[in-house]
Every structure is written in C-alpha cells, then in structure tokens.
C-alpha cells in the first residue's frame, strides 16, 4: 500500500460560510477530519488501466463517511482536532493518496502527492482561492473594517496583493529590510548572552543555561516584525518591556486558540472581538528605510484604511508562525548535533568571507535555508495549503468538478517516504540545489508558505528573519536538549508543541 496522508477540512458551522485559513504567514491552517472506515486499496494513476482506462467519478473517491453531522460529532466526542495532522496521517495509510471528506457542512478532497499537487495549481487560475477563515472576516465586517489580502478573493484581492508585493516580497525592499531583522537577531543574541552568564552555570566564559525559550521567541518575533513593518523599535528586549507588546503577543495567542471553536459554529453567532493592542515606539530605525507602512503611506497607491488592514495582519502573522518553527529548529539542532555542527562550519565560514557582514553572510550559508525548509518539512505552520480549481481535473483518476474545494495536506506529504527518502531525518541538506530529492516529481515538496500569487505575503520576512536568528545563535552557543524523543505536536490554527521544549545554550 502507498504510504498516503490526507487532511479534511474541519472548519464546519451549522450554517453559514466557511472558516478556516492559513498561519498569517500565509499558509492556511485548517481543521481536518477523518474519520476511521474500513480501509480501502490506493487508487494511483495505475488504477487507470486497472478499470480499462476510464477516469472514475467523484462519487467514487475512497471517503471517510457521507453524514458530515456523524462525522463532526465523532470528530468533536473523540478529541481529534488537536490531533488532526496525526489523523490526516493515519487517514491516507488507511484510504489510499487521495480521499473526500464531509464534516458538518464542509466537504474537501484530500491529495498528498506532488504530482497530483502540481496539477491542482495548475488549475487555480489568476484569482487563486483558498478556504476563508469566516470567523475572522465576519469580525471585519460587523465591525465596519477593511479586509487585508489573508481574506479577500478574487480581482480586489489581486489589486492589494501586487502593491503589497512591491514592498515586501520583492528584491529591492527585501535587501532593504534585512539589516532591521539582523539588528533585532544580534540583540536577541546579547540578551542571551548576559542571561546565560548571569544565570548560567560553569566557568566564567563557558556558561550553560537550559531554559525555554518560547517566551523570548514570541518576543524576537514581535520585535523584528514590527522593526520591518514599522521602522521603529518597540522595546521588547529592553530592562521594562512594554507591557502593551505583550498584550499583543497574548492576543495573537487567544486569537489562535478561541478560533477553532467558532469555525464549528453559524457564522451569525460569531460574536468575540480580536483586539490588537497600541504597537508603542521606541527608536527610530537606521539608515531611511521608514518600514513598508512608511512606504505604503509614502506612495499613497492603497488607502488608509487597507493600509493599516494589511498592517494588522503582517503583524497578527509574524508572531506565532515564526515563533513555533523557530523552537522546532533548536530542538532539532539540539538532538543532532551533527548536523548542527555542519551548519555551524558552514556559518562560519561564510561570515569570516562576508567580513562580518550579516546579510552577505547569509548566501554563502545555504544550509540555514535547508534548516528552515527541514523544519517547515516536518513541522508545517499550517497544515494545508487549499485551492478551488477553475476547471474540471483529473487527480489519481478521479475525476474534480471546478469549484471543489481540494487541499494538499502537509504533515503527511513532509513525512511520506514516498516522496522523502528517509523522511523522518532531520537533513537540512536534502534541499541542496543539484541534489535536491524529488525534482523529477517537478517539486511541489516545499509548500510551507504556499505557492504561486497566493503564496504567504510575509514570506520573504519570516525566511530571512529566522536565518538569521539561527545565524547569530549558532555563531554564539552549542545548542543540547535534554531528551532525544519525539516532541508531541498538537494543532491549534497551527503545528506547535504540546510543551515548549527546554535547550541548553552553552557559550562558545
């Protein structure tokens, strides 16, 4: 049987639109559901010539139950949403690579593999759609508030995201905002440092702490997002913090936990307010770069109101999303400290040539970016990436009506040894140009962010800011953990662990 995992959409209301969306980073994290039936044979594309050649119809399409209200009670009695990348897993093993799914009133089909993957965005058209998260729309509009790209569709959402794209997925703005991200990593760093000698224990100069790091995470997170979004420091790393940052942080942590229950309600029962906090001002940035809400005010192309829309989101999706696979990459560094002192070898290296220069550093350290890819490989942010095909398709010889809402499902795509050699090592090498696994698939392995116009619009923030955390952390501190095991991994709106993990930081 093909190893197979698919995800369901659990995102269900009594009535009313749909809900569920993707890590503001861009990636779509949704509920998914499964339900256990009784195993049936892998349709591959084979199956073809098994039938004669025929492409097969919907209705046959190996599913998990026909009564979505079954289903959902089930799914809810069984305590299954905080373990839905488990279940999607299981799901596929059991049903083969493709499934549907019908939970409450949403139904999805479920694909895992790169080429059935590939030919879904081959279908997505110029206005690529994917599953709104309802719960946060109808907050926009019963409070009379503009719509960020994250939930709009279709031509309006088209016009935002390529003036957005200007400022921060682009080259230019991108080398721009780079040494805003390096100046927050190397303070984080010297934070680190001073606590580390402070608290830590040994010989003066070669300390050791083991601590978690979770809570300075969330905080590096803030500070570097909204040093590149506004130009300004917002103080989190200073002797008084302030307290109205970490309101942010706890409101982007309610938001992400009070969301799932609302995407199983009526939309019209939606009644809890996501509040964002005053963002504070502390220091003006370098250099003239002003920040994008600098520049998108400067060039007065949106308005007001969709410019502070679009600010509220990169700031909401910058937080949580880069914080979490950040704690993933110490502990997998930790427990491996082979591939860790690879990394840090090449790190170095790279930054004696660059002369100490954070930025130029970071392209002769390709294996900072395989870190980050291994990690969102085994971790994803978001669990699915979804798309509504504009036209008829074919996928593992069933036949998509247009308009079906199809999702590649990416805990189990990440773990399949099909599409993986070895895939549950930690090889940041993998992702390494000309050796890089699975280009005869025509990639579609790496789908964190998303892909195509629709991709995660703080993309290019969340990459470079995590590269060079890992940078000056690894340039700094040996990293250990305590225990090898497996972290336990539960899903909110987003994959993260069930507890924080706990990394020694040893000074070099």
Known sequence: MRSVCTRVTVCVRAQGPRGSGRALCAVAPQRALCVAVAPGKSEGRKGAERAGGRVRSFQEIPHTGRSGLINLVKFWREDRFRQIHKHMERTFNALGPIYREHVGTHSSVNIMLPADIAELFRSEGLHPRRMTLQPWATHRETRQHSKGVFLKNG??????????????????????????????????????????????????GKRSLTLDPSPDLFRFALEASCHVIYGERIGLFASSPSMESQKFIWAVERMLATTPPLLNLAHDLYSSPLKASSRGSE???????????????????????????????????????????LQFALFELGRNPDVQERVRQQVRAS?????????????????????????????????????????????????????????????????????????????????????????????????????????????????????LLLMHILRSFHLSVLSSEDLKTTCTLILQPETPPRITFRKL
């Open 155 to 204: 031509e309006e959402w088209r016009a935002d995201r390529l003036l957005l794209n200007k400022e921060v997925m682009m080259s230019a703005p991108v080398q721009r905002f780079l040494p805003l991200l390096d100046e927050v990593a190397m303070d984080f760093c010297r934070m680190l440092r001073a606590r580390v000698e402070k608290e830590g224990r040994g010989e003066e």
């Open 283 to 325: 220091a003006a940035a370098g250099g003239q770069y002003t920040g994008v809400l600098g520049q998108l005010m400067e060039k007065g192309q949106l308005s007001l109101d969709l410019i502070k829309a679009n600010v509220t989101e990169l700031m909401a999706g910058g937080v949580d999303t880069t914080a979490v696979p």
């Open 351 to 467: 930054w004696a040539q660059a002369g100490g220069d954070s930025v130029k550093a970071l392209q002769g350290a390709p294996l900072l970016k395989g870190t980050i890819k291994e990690i969102l490989r085994l971790y994803p942010v978001g669990t699915t990436v979804q798309r509504y095909p504009i036209k008829d398709i074919v996928l593992q010889n069933y036949h998509i009506p247009a308009g079906t809402m199809v999702q590649a499902c990416l805990y189990p795509l990440g773990r399949s040894a099909e599409v993986f050699k070895d895939p549950h090592r930690f090889d940041p090498g993998r992702w390494g140009g000309a050796r890089e696994e699975g280009q005869s698939a025509g990639g579609f392995r790496s789908l964190a962010f998303g892909f195509g116009a629709r991709q995660c619009v703080g993309r290019r923030i969340a990459e470079n800011e995590m590269q």
